[in-house]
């Protein structure tokens, strides 16, 4: 289905990249006229696959990274400051987005922001359960029912199908974007992207 089908934004709460993917998404989403699919799933999966390594684990591309995300951060006027824990495996982040994704999308994007720039700015650890479910219930949502469902296994076994069917479908990386069966990874293919709807590919 093309025209009006939605664009999947799939991604790792602790990846920089993503997290200026994720500032910029919905804006891009409201210039093409395109819903957006916020998809978080488990780099780590990934890695396993293709048997590479984070950007924040490699020598070299490590400190490369770290730079380029604080010159985008001073290009793009936004807060940035790298956590000391970086990277984290945002497990818990990742189930109790899809606990409330379940209920309202609309609720759980804005949830997704806000694990974004905590971990971020402000440092908090996607990875860890009482730091995920405080960021919850300041938005006003249940934090005992979310922390409950979290903890379950059938959620815990949904995050890893999540996770491995995105390596199914071809995705590697974080930001990867899938729009109307056609790949893009980075936060730099979102102009790209723009054109391709704009044209209809080539």
């Not at 890695?47 to 591309?61: C, D, I, Q, V, W």
Request: include cysteine; charge should be neutral; proline fraction near 5%.
């Amino acid at each position: 289905m093309t025209g009006d089908s939605p664009i999947e934004f799939w991604f790792d709460f602790a990846s920089g990249y993503a997290y200026f993917a994720a500032l910029e998404i919905d804006a891009f989403g409201q210039r093409v006229g395109r819903r957006i699919k916020w998809c978080p799933y488990t780099l780590g999966t990934a890695f396993k696959a293709t048997g590479s390594r984070g950007l924040s684990s490699t020598p070299l591309k490590r400190d490369y990274a770290q730079k380029d995300w604080q010159r985008i951060a001073r290009l793009r006027g936004v807060p940035f400051r790298l956590p000391e824990h970086h990277p984290s495996v945002a497990l818990a982040a990742i189930r109790v987005f899809y606990l409330i994704d379940d209920v309202d999308p609309t609720v759980a994007k804005t949830f997704a922001l806000a694990v974004f720039e905590a971990y971020f700015t402000r440092g908090i650890d996607g990875g860890n359960l009482d730091h995920v479910i405080a960021l919850a219930a300041s938005l006003g949502l249940d934090g005992t029912n979310l922390a409950a469902g979290a903890g379950s296994q059938a959620v815990k076994e949904r995050v890893k199908l999540i996770s491995e069917q995105a390596v199914a479908l071809g995705i590697f990386g974080s930001p990867f974007f899938i729009v109307d069966g056609e790949p893009f990874w980075g936060w730099d293919r979102i102009p790209m992207m723009e054109e391709w709807i704009e044209r209809g590919g080539w």
